[in-house]
């Protein structure tokens, strides 16, 4: 057992030992470093760093903030990127073979925001293969361990960007969420993940997996650190068709306008989120506990109805397999990634890059969504969950008439153990019926820490109509200041197989 | 893998509990079809980027096995 170098605490915290002199920009982004390079061998956090490039790019921001010309709050913070956003010259391969050795030939919007900002890229965070799984475990190269406790997934997909902040390495990643990918693996290792409206952040330059589901979003500390990150990466794109055009109702000035307290706000509780039988007890009284929090802060507590709840899973994997099958289609070692050597002729290229490229998960969504496609299955399976789809929205909707914002646990239960639901795809699938609801919807929505349970982080989610961020952070923001399960953070423990 | 397949449809049945007669689709959430960008020509990828990941390029273009030759393509 070895005690690391010490954690880089929250984005507020760098920004004031930055202001103040106390640190500088190269310093932070060398503990980063140091601090992603000790934990790799159990935690397996990064598939790549860049130590050269991020230690020149703080140099810059130490110069700039030497002449007084700051760029922003990011300006020589240490960030880590999931391995799906486009990072022009360096490595994007979504944690899969088919992608291994492709590099960016542009950059994403989201990440030319965070550049233009002055934010150091240190490294690209491991992912479940092109964000198809909730574990880390479909990653083609290793599973990232859960920085609680290494016998435990982090989550996923986007399980290395929440370990990275959970960890202490960076104060802020960005992931991508398409049924949960960012706001489970921060409710299973303690930090907050923010999935804004569908259409806020540009999604150019994200590898798409199901594009009328895909959202950028940032993972920080705190709900203040996460509303400094968005403001930068969102607003409209004409790089992207579905990114919203930027109106005085999407002003985007987050972080100043919070600090507002909850007193009057209308909390909804979805009874059909609220059952006993399939969420742990623990986390369910941990999550009636902050419901409590926001009460005695003057918060009206009412019960809400979603009664297409448990069509919702169905509805996701039908759609979200469609979409992906489409999408995946690209690869088919013409333009870029693998290409077979076992190959003769074209269409046998086809199949043996795909068969060799791709992993079994993978494989499965795509077999998937093609079926549910077809001709014959077309009217049953996709067309049906098209119009399901819409019978969900409708439930929020009238959701929404009766309350502000609404409050669920982030996940049934705590973050499982490797290997617990391998053998399994549809018990996999079933640990999002908490999360895909909003990525079906479209709505923002956003986990933060509301306790522990046998030792690891609970989730508290959020969900608020299209739009209105503003308030979904206000609300997270004023459970920040009531409460200090933000400041609880993992001691890493490095050994065999993560014992301490 | 025909087994999980199997399993994953079978959950997926029971979609068809609901009566979705006179429910319209919903493909994307958000209202999209005005948001064309103006008409104007835009830099592209210069050839050099388009080709740099390419498993096999040859005189600027992207290169694939034989189609003709015995194998219908």
């Known amino acids: ?500 | 893998m025909r087994g999980h397949l199997d399993s994953i449809l079978d959950y997926a049945e029971q979609l068809s509990e609901l009566d979705t007669e006179d429910v319209e689709v919903t493909t994307h959430v958000v209202p999209v079809s005005a948001l064309l960008r103006d008409d104007i020509a835009q830099p592209g990828l210069s050839n050099e980027l388009a080709l740099q990941n390419a498993p096999a390029s040859e005189g600027g273009a992207f290169q694939v096995p034989k189609v003709i030759d015995g194998e219908a393509g």
């Not at chain 1, 598939?47 to 020149?56: G, K, T």
């Not at chain 1, 303690?190 to 806020?200: A, C, D, N, S």
């Not at chain 1, 059952?275 to 019960?303: C, N, T």
């Not at chain 1, 079933?430 to 909003?438: E, G, I, P, Y």
């Open chain 1, 1 to 500: 057992m070895t005690d690391l170098v010490a954690p880089l605490g929250s984005l507020r915290q760098l920004r004031a030992a930055l202001d103040s002199g106390e640190t500088s920009s190269v310093e932070l982004v060398n503990r980063a470093l140091a601090r992603a390079e000790a934990s790799q061998a159990t935690f397996q956090i990064f598939v790549s760093l860049r130590p050269e490039a991020a230690r020149l790019e703080a140099e810059a921001a130490d110069t700039r903030r030497a002449r007084g010309q700051v760029l922003s709050p990011l300006d020589g913070i240490p960030v880590a990127l999931k391995d799906n956003l486009l990072h022009k010259g360096d490595l994007a391969t979504c944690a899969s073979q088919i992608l291994a050795g492709f590099k960016a030939p542009y950059n994403g919007t989201a990440v030319q925001r965070l550049l233009d900002a002055g934010a150091v890229v240190v490294g690209r965070t491991n992912m479940d293969e092109f964000g198809m799984g909730s574990s880390n475990e479909n990653s083609s190269l290793f599973p990232t361990r859960n920085p609680w406790d290494a016998q435990r997934i982090p989550g996923g997909s986007s399980g290395g960007s929440a370990a990275a902040v959970s960890a202490g390495i960076v104060p802020v990643a960005l992931g991508s969420d398409t049924g949960g990918s960012i706001r489970q693996p921060a409710a299973f290792t303690g930090v907050v993940g923010l999935k804004p409206t569908y259409g806020r952040v540009s999604r150019y330059g994200l590898v798409a997996f199901a594009s009328s589901l895909d959202q950028i979003g940032p993972f920080a500390h705190t709900a203040e650190d996460c509303a400094l990150v968005l403001e930068i990466i969102a607003g409209h794109d004409p790089h992207d068709s579905t990114s919203l055009p930027d109106t005085e109702e999407s002003a985007t000035h987050f972080s100043e306008r919070l600090g507002g307290s909850v007193e009057g706000l209308v909390v909804g509780l979805p009874r059909e989120y609220f059952v006993e039988e399939g969420i742990d007890a623990e986390v369910l009284s941990k999550v009636k506990d902050a419901v409590s929090v926001l009460e005695k802060a003057g918060a009206l507590v009412r019960e809400v109805s979603l009664p297409h709840t448990r069509y919702a899973i169905a509805t996701y994997y039908l759609l979200a397999t469609a979409e992906a099958s489409a999408n995946l289609a690209r690869f088919d070692g013409v333009r870029y990634g693998h290409r077979s050597k076992q190959a003769h002729g074209l269409l046998e290229m086809y199949k043996q890059t795909r068969s060799e490229g791709f992993g079994k998960e993978v494989k499965r969504r795509i077999m998937l969504g093609t079926y549910v496609l077809s001709a014959g299955y077309y009217d049953a399976y996709y067309r049906k969950a098209s119009k399901v789809r819409t019978l969900l929205c409708q439930d929020f909707e009238d959701a929404f008439d009766q309350c502000d914002v609404i409050l669920t646990p982030t996940a049934a239960e705590v973050a499982f153990k490797l290997g617990e639901k391998t053998d399994s795809a549809l018990s996999m699938y079933l640990s999002d019926v908490f999360t895909v609801s909003a990525n079906l919807a479209g709505i923002p929505g956003i986990s933060l820490p509301c306790g522990l349970a046998q030792g690891m982080p609970v989730g508290l989610q959020i969900l608020a109509r299209p739009l209105d961020e503003g308030r979904l952070l206000n609300v997270a923001d004023a459970f920040q200041r009531l409460t200090n399960w933000h400041e609880q953070h993992p001691e890493l423990k490095l050994g065999a197989g993560g014992e301490a």
